[in-house]
């Protein structure tokens, strides 16, 4: 079967009860964006760069916007590709360069009084462990770096590129009793 035609999963949480408040506490979600928002691929020898975004993924951080909760990508390779997808979102925070991730999240979190008590952290390699490692929620998705699948806290059904953020986005909703208003706004 084709791999672009295959449906996202519905999204029901499962797991442990503390997991569960791990999600409920997200008052920022953070994530990297080649192998999380995207499927990794990149395509070259076109000018610019192209990457795919699924339109899924982009409606889910919007949603969680719109409950209040701070959105950002945190990517250790700079883009035009990726900076266009964020105008075009309205991402509250994008920080595109090499170096440590974690320092430029502390900054994030500092601007916005938080802390990573609050964050929701989604990475899939080795330059994500110390963000995942630190957040209060960390997610991953299935193909991720086996030792960021074993950091972890939840890893997702949905592929990389294919829904995996709607899926986090959604759970976070769900924890925080805000995914029902949403049916009901969007229902009318």
């Not at 500092?110 to 330059?127: F, H, K, P, Q, T």
């Amino acid at each position: 079967m084709n791999e672009t035609l295959l449906p996202v999963r519905a999204v029901t949480y499962e797991g442990p009860p503390d997991l569960l408040l791990r999600f409920r506490s997200v008052k920022m979600f953070l994530c990297d964006v080649d192998g999380i928002l995207t499927d990794g691929g990149v395509y070259m020898g076109v000018d610019p760069e192209m990457k795919r975004f699924d339109v899924r993924d982009g409606f889910g951080l919007k949603l969680m916007q719109e409950q209040d909760i701070k959105v950002g990508w945190v990517s250790h390779r700079p883009s035009e590709a990726t900076r266009k997808r964020s105008e075009d979102l309205g991402i509250d925070f994008l920080h595109q360069a090499k170096g440590n991730k974690v320092d430029a999240i502390e900054q994030m979190l500092a601007r916005e009084g938080l802390s990573w008590d609050d964050v929701c952290y989604m990475g899939d390699d080795i330059v994500d462990l110390g963000a995942l490692r630190r957040a209060r929620m960390s997610a991953t998705v299935p193909g991720a770096l086996k030792e960021v699948r074993l950091e972890a806290h939840y890893i997702t059904r949905n592929l990389a590129g294919r829904g995996a953020v709607r899926e986090v986005a959604e759970l976070i909703l769900r924890s925080q009793n805000k995914w029902q208003p949403l049916l009901d706004e969007h229902s009318i």
